[in-house]
């Protein structure tokens, strides 16, 4: 069974562009989470998908956005970038109902810099 | 509110056991897990425990859960170079949905 899968893995973009990211969940799992990993910050929650609808939601500015497709393949997007967006954005898939809801396994993550 | 609260550092022999440990505020918390970061890596689940219970054992992995206390800590029996990594805890706030509140994370050091 394949796991989850984030790309690109690196993103190099110049302050102001936008950027977006793709996760692609373990097969069957129909939630997709995001988390933001800094330095200064800490592993921060951004949003979570479940069935092409946003569940939950961080502290994050509006720049920050994300879909999910009706395969749950979910994308986030940052617009207008600010050098501070720099950092390692996880995505988290897990089955979104049941027992095993309990359970989150994270992708390898897309490093973001921002110059 | 919501806040999850590790030392930052810890460092131990091969074959010592290792204890890592987390204290939480948050009481409706239902889940809390142990995640593992190595280097450039994503997070790995390592385990997690029902906050019904007062510990769970994994091979080498004890949880152990003191509610009252709100404390969680995490043994790593016999301790080896390949268990060197950050150790985060984090709480799933009971809303049923995934969004997890992490800790800062404790990074081990396991020398030979």
Redesign the interface.
């Known amino acids: 069974k394949a796991g989850?899968t984030?790309t690109p893995r690196y993103l190099i973009k110049t302050r102001g562009q936008q950027v977006t990211l793709s996760c692609s969940p373990i097969s069957g799992h129909r939630?997709v989470?995001w988390?933001q990993q800094t330095p200064g910050q800490?592993?921060?929650?951004l949003f979570?998908y479940?069935s092409e609808t946003q569940?939950?939601k961080?502290n994050f500015p509006g720049r920050f956005s994300g879909r999910q497709f009706s395969n749950s393949r979910s994308e986030m997007n940052v617009s207008t970038l600010e050098l501070g967006d720099s950092a390692l954005y996880?995505c988290?898939s897990?089955p979104?109902t049941g027992r095993l809801?309990?359970?989150?396994?994270?992708?390898?993550?897309t490093r973001l810099t921002v110059v | 509110g919501e806040d999850v609260e590790q030392s930052l550092f810890l460092s131990v022999r091969e074959g010592d056991s290792s204890v890592i440990n987390c204290t939480y505020t948050d009481s409706s918390s239902t889940?809390l897990?142990w995640?593992k970061q190595e280097p450039g890596?994503?997070?790995?689940?390592l385990t997690?425990i029902?906050s019904n219970m007062d510990m769970k054992q994994d091979q080498r992995l004890t949880v152990l859960l003191n509610k009252k206390d709100k404390h969680l800590s995490l043994r790593i029996a016999d301790t080896q170079t390949g268990d060197s990594a950050i150790y985060?805890c984090?709480e799933?706030p009971g809303?049923?949905?995934?969004?997890?509140?992490?800790?800062?994370?404790t990074r081990l050091l396991v020398s030979p």
């Open positions: 989850v984030q939630s989470s988390y800490g592993l921060q929650f979570e479940f569940r939950n961080g996880l988290a897990s979104g809801n309990t359970e989150a396994f994270f992708g390898q993550g | 889940y897990y995640y890596a994503g997070l790995q689940l997690y029902f985060f984090a799933n809303t049923g949905f995934q969004k997890l509140v992490f800790g800062t994370g």
